[in-house]
């Protein structure tokens, strides 16, 4: 790690002016971004060469409670936030009195994560269609987990129900953990979840498809493109999760801000992100944006919520 580290700019090597960093986690231990988080603070840590980083689950809200304490958080550079970028698009919609994205200030993202379609192991359907048939013939809704209220996966399960024009209920976990649980133990039909952040359950559960052109992976769920199994089109409908930092730690700290921002772009060339990411097998999902093309996917992605925010409710 040390040779990889010798490799990067003398200027995102400098010690960082704050020794000990905290981290909120606006989600329950054990869903997909409380694991990815935590290897990405011992990543910044080592490249800002502060105390390993203090971290804090505070779920609830669909993450508004996270938010807001980052919000009133100190604005030096002490305080990060790790987050879904499609919740911060929902609670733009959805909690606008209390919540405006222009709050927040990206420092970049990490990995995108896909949402993929679940099923019980031993269900009864094996393929899409036979599910959305049974969906359509059943006298009850069938009911579908997905890990919080204005998750990405919230909507498009509603995108899902009403294009295939099926009887859908959404149940709302507080967490990834749970939701996934839920479909696995068979409390629930069916299970919208981002991709890696759902191999927990991967021995339990069969991915009847991918909402994106491919699976990236191989040897996990190879689940097929629902393009290539459904009747009707779906968007793409994947996750990029990223770090961000009040937007007035980027106003009154820019060096500070500065520095986070390089040490994210640094953060996937340093060995030991390496060699976590791959034992958690999160290395087909790796992918990097900066903190332009954070603020551009929350613009494209609001159109489409633009379009599903009235039956979100249902």
Same mark, same amino acid.
């Given at each position: ?48 060469? =502060? ?28 305080? =990060?936030?790790? =987050? ?27 990995? =995108? ?202």
């Amino acid at each position: 790690a040390a040779m990889g580290m010798g490799m990067m700019p003398r200027d995102a090597m400098a010690n960082y002016p704050i020794k000990q960093m905290e981290t909120l986690i606006p989600f329950a231990p054990g869903g997909g971004t409380d694991r990815s988080a935590r290897f990405v603070a011992e990543a910044l840590a080592n490249i800002l060469k =502060t105390n390993p980083f203090q971290l804090k689950n505070m779920p609830g809200a669909g993450s508004l409670i996270a938010q807001k304490a980052l919000n009133k958080g100190p604005s030096d550079g002490s305080l =990060t936030l790790v =987050t879904p970028i499609p919740h911060v698009a929902w609670l733009d919609v959805l909690k606008p009195k209390e919540f405006n994205s222009k709050q927040i200030a990206w420092l970049g993202s990490y990995f =995108t994560d896909p949402n993929v379609f679940l099923v019980k192991k031993d269900s009864p359907y094996k393929t899409m269609d036979e599910f959305l048939d049974a969906a359509r013939k059943s006298k009850r809704p069938f009911t579908a987990s997905v890990s919080s209220p204005m998750s990405a996966a919230h909507a498009a399960t509603v995108i899902l129900r009403e294009r295939a024009n099926i009887q859908l209920k959404v149940v709302p976990f507080k967490g990834g953990g749970p939701a996934r649980n839920a479909v696995a133990g068979g409390q629930v039909d069916c299970c919208m979840a981002p991709y890696w952040s759902a191999t927990n359950v991967l021995s339990l559960t069969r991915a009847l498809c991918i909402f994106a052109p491919k699976d990236p992976s191989k040897g996990l769920w190879d689940a097929p493109p629902a393009k290539d199994v459904l009747k009707f089109q779906m968007p793409d409908l994947s996750e990029p999760y990223a770090i961000c930092v009040s937007a007035e730690t980027k106003a009154k700290s820019p060096a500070n801000y500065a520095q986070l921002v390089k040490a994210v772009a640094e953060m996937p060339k340093l060995p030991s992100f390496k060699a976590d990411a791959e034992k958690q097998k999160l290395t087909p999902f790796l992918e990097a944006m900066s903190p332009e093309q954070c603020t551009a996917f929350i613009a494209d992605y609001l159109k489409l919520l633009d379009s599903i925010k009235d039956s979100m409710a249902a």
